[in-house]
Each structure stands twice: as C-alpha cells, then as structure tokens.
C-alpha cells in the first residue's frame, strides 16, 4: 500500500459489492475517479480471493491504477487556432481536455450537443454534427466511442475533436469559391460566343440564275 485508508469498513462500498457479486466474486473495474488526498486520476480494479482448493470467497484484493499519465497524449492534439480534443464520461463529464481536468466535474458542452446524435445509430454512423457551442460560436464536432465499454461496463467513454466551423470548413470554401469562379468564367465565354455567331450570322445565299428569272418575268409583266 502507498498510502493508508480513511475507512477500514469497506464491505458497503459499491466497487467491493462489484467484486463480492453476492459471495460468487467477479472482477470489477470502476470508471476514473479522482483522488483528492494524492490528486491523482485513478481506476479501481478488483479481483476476488478464493480459498484454495474451493470456490468459497475469502476476501478482494482491489488496486487503484493512476492513469493520469495518459492524458498528455489526449491534449497534445492541436487543430489548427480553435481545434480541441476532449475526453469525456458517458454522462458528459469531462476527464481530460485543455485547461481542464477531471477534478473540476465539468460537463461538456460539446457532449450536449452530439448527445442526441448519440443515441442512434444513425447519428453514431455519421460521427458529427454542427452545433452552437456556448463561448466558442458554430463549432464542427467529431464524436467517436472509445470502444471500451464492450469489455468493461464502466468505461464509456467518449472522443470529442472539436474545431470552429470557420476555421475547419475554410479549405472548402475555397474549393467552393473557386468552383464557383470557373462555372461564372465558363457561362460569361458562353454568352460571349453565342453574341459573336448573332452578330456575325451569314445572310441566306440567292441562285443568280433564279434573280435573272425574277427579273424577266416582272419586265414581260409590265409590257
């Protein structure tokens, strides 16, 4: 042990009740959790002891793993001026993003946004939505489920990459703008060479020999 417990009963605590199972002992792990006494972001893991030779349950053995280590990775993401990476728990919580962490026991505003999308496979396909986000105006957000709560039930957690809709549609709308240019270019030479054939146009050609006709049949008219 690192440091000593502040409570020696820990039989009514809900990760030792995850582990006893109702005496048939089951491997538990806890979502994160932080550690006001060593500051720390920690996961539970806990195991059941068994008595050798049988299945009686004995006691637990439970670990608490800081993995406060592997939020540089998450932050050190950079988008652009206004792109951010966020963490989040399955009910918004924020574990890691810039210049916040899990002690602060913030909801994302970001996760309030996808939320609905979320909820439907649908909206869980199509990975993002465009929202007003409270600080930040219209911001494009990218959603992904970490996978994790396949395997453990408590660790729902969710990939938010963020980035101000500005900022990330910027590259579009100069391929748009430049699309739109050449399809003004393309109608104005159009225009142009059909005015050229109107104004150019070739008068309708007459037969000299139906002229001398028309000429000598208005003269035996007239005598």
């Known amino acids: 042990m690192s440091h000593k417990t502040l409570d020696y009963h820990q039989a009514d605590e809900e990760y030792w009740q995850n582990i006893y199972a109702q005496g048939r002992g089951a491997i538990s792990v806890t979502d994160i959790l932080y550690d006001e006494a060593t500051k720390s972001n920690y996961i539970g893991v806990g195991v059941p002891v068994f008595e050798e030779g049988s299945s009686q349950l004995i006691g637990t053995l439970d670990a608490l793993v800081d993995v406060s280590s592997m939020f540089p990775i998450v932050n050190q ?56 986000i409270r600080g930040s105006g219209q911001n494009l957000i990218g959603f992904a489920d970490t996978g994790l709560k396949k395997n453990f039930d408590k660790l729902g957690w969710i990939v938010l ?53 028309e000429k000598g049949t208005g003269a035996s008219a007239s005598q």
């Not at 792109?83 to 919580?93: P, Y």
């Not at 809709?165 to 699309?179: C, D, G, H, W």
């Open 77 to 132: 993401v950079q988008i652009g001026s206004s792109g951010r990476t966020i963490l989040v728990k399955e009910d918004g919580t924020v574990i890691s993003a810039p210049h916040v962490n899990l002690a602060m026991k913030l909801k994302s505003d970001e996760h309030a946004a996808a939320q609905e999308a979320l909820r439907t496979s649908q909206g869980r396909e199509i990975g993002y939505v465009v929202a007003d």
């Open 161 to 213: 990459v963020c980035q101000n809709t500005s900022e990330a549609f910027a590259p579009i709308r100069t391929v748009e703008r430049l699309l739109a240019f050449m399809s003004l270019l393309g109608l104005v030479m159009v225009i142009m060479v059909a005015a050229w054939f109107a104004l150019h146009r070739k008068q309708p050609l007459t037969e000299i020999g139906d002229l001398r006709t």
